[in-house]
């Protein structure tokens, strides 16, 4: 089994920062793409931002230049830096990886999901 669990929301006020974490634990070959996604009260959830293996970076666009994905490998973790935070980032922030996995019939990648952490901006 996998587990991916994140760490690192709570309440901040706007312009403030926050950090998160996201480490993935148990039977791992390796992970591919690892990202983070946000849903807010009574919307879909979306991409937020996502990293390669090699590190090659993709962010939505409403927190370009204000958001930081990165990930240590050896860690098997993803990090989010959020800085200048707005009220319109508030939401649940969920990680997700594309997690390689040795089994009978070989390597076979799963898409796997941590359970959420809650980030809420207000003054």
């Known amino acids: 089994q996998v587990q991916l669990v994140e760490s690192g929301g709570g309440l901040v006020q706007p312009g403030g920062s926050l950090r998160l974490s996201c480490a993935a634990s148990g039977s791992i070959f390796s992970i591919n793409a690892m990202g983070w996604y946000r849903q807010a009260p009574g919307k879909q959830r979306e991409l937020v931002a996502t990293i390669t293996s090699g590190g090659s970076t993709n962010y939505t666009g409403s927190v370009k230049g204000r958001f930081t994905i990165s990930r240590d490998n050896a860690k098997n973790t993803v990090y989010l830096q959020m800085n200048s935070l707005e009220p319109e980032d508030t939401a649940v922030y969920y990680c997700?990886?594309?997690?390689?996995?040795?089994?009978?019939?070989?390597?076979?990648?799963?898409?796997?999901w941590g359970q959420g952490t809650q980030v809420t901006v207000s003054s």
């Open positions: 997700n990886a594309a997690i390689r996995r040795r089994g009978i019939r070989g390597i076979r990648e799963y898409d796997s």
